[in-house]
């Protein structure tokens, strides 16, 4: 949830302060787009990936200062819950076999870190929502020591000024209350990020906002919470919901929540981080030194850190990031929407779907967005996250078609016209999106799996909660041997 803060208390003459500070950070960021060199000579892209903590029989370990402590790789964060870590993989070029290397960097990662914190009983997890969680695990002290994520949880709730209500309609009905942002904490996901020029940023995020149905339909993999059968993607409503700092009256007004899909396509970069400015109240006010006009104009490179804090918490779905490496400004996408799992493989499986869609929708003469409208892509991004890879799918041209007859038609032809324009080789494409292609033709993600071992087993024994830990420790069996969730056995 973003970089660390020190524990403090806020006034509102710090708010005043930040607010006029992120205004002229914001003006700053402007002149720099017209005037600075933002170019990308060979498009790199990265991955990070939160994982829960369990231990040999599938149920959560709050450890992860422990699991960090024995991982020892500057790669691994905490996370929000104490059942929670991140890695932030380094990024590499995509063109040749690009996603092959960033696929085995990210298993032998993986593979080392899990062993050193299985050594010491926290073994990593890579799922959407972990099915074991019960609700003495969305306690406050289950909250993760950096003060960052106390401080968070705390403005979120002061802003908020009541509890936060959970309810997901699915299979089942869940409804809870949290006295902090905890819940959120059930939500890990997978973070793809794409380096962007800022005159084809605008472009890229609108097809990104447009394929985020289709990439939930096939990705899916989080149907169960306390126990619980919701949505395929339950992270969505749990997510939109663990964070919402409005009231029901607030509601009722039509103020935009913090987890935002957004409202309209784009024309530029900049209408993000404006909209962020315009929309949404500082929540961590925190105002360093630097004066980003001055340093612009003696030919530095500004950090605009309270621009890029409050942008961190604005929690789009397809999130603009401006970042300085080696005194060089760049433009990201960071696409926030997966969950993490089932595989490593499944992993660059969804990835190179995004990259291939975003790169040919991109640079379409005829923009996909220009005969799709805004609500109709956020229609698409629920239904998808209610129903999988069942989901019924609107696009353009084609009308409401089963999302797996969209996919295999329609758009796995231009993802692998879009890989192929960005110079990845051919039988990498061919193997990733191949993977994609087959959860459409057997109809089985990560979420109908999960659903379809849960369900044998629940008709086996009177307990649920058996039935759902004796399921998280097969798919994590699975997980480990590697092999595309498409191939997992089902009962």
Partial sequence: MGQDVDAREFTR??????????????DVFARMLGERDFSVDRPHVGVEIEFNLVDESGEPVLRNTDALAAIADEDFQTELGLFNIEVNVPPTRIDGRGLVQLQESLRDVLNAAQAKAGAVGANLMMIGILPTLRGEHLAQDSISPNPRYHLLSDQI??????????????VDRLATTADTIIPEAACTSTQLHLQVEPEDFAAFW?????????????????????????????????????????SEELKAQGVRPRVFFGERWITSVF????????????????????DPLAVLEAGGTPQLSELRL?????????????????????LRIENRLLPAGPTVVDTMANAALFYGLTSVLGSSERPVWSQLSFSAAEDNFHTAARWGIDSELYWPGVGTVPGRELVVRHLLPLAHAGLEQMNVESEVADRLLGIVEQRCITGRNGATWLIEEFTDRAARTADRYEAMRATTVEYEQHMHGGEPVHSWPTR
């Fill in 206 to 246: 609108n097809a990104s906002q447009a394929i985020a149905g289709v990439q939930l339909a096939v990705g899916a993999n989080s149907p169960f919470l306390l126990g619980h059968q919701l949505w395929h993607e339950t992270r969505i409503p749990l997510f939109e919901q663990a964070t919402d700092t409005r």
């Fill in 310 to 330: 409050h942008n961190g918490t604005v929690y789009r779905w397809n999130r603009p990031i401006y970042d300085v490496v080696d005194d060089r400004p760049h």
């Fill in 271 to 290: 209408d993000l981080f404006e909209e962020n400015v315009r929309y949404f109240p500082s929540l961590l006010p925190i105002v360093d030194d630097e």
């Fill in 13 to 26: 003459e710090d708010r005043t302060r930040y607010r006029a500070k992120v205004r002229r950070c914001l």
């Fill in 157 to 170: 709730m002061t802003a908020r000024g009541e509890d936060i209500e959970i309810v997901i309609d699915g």
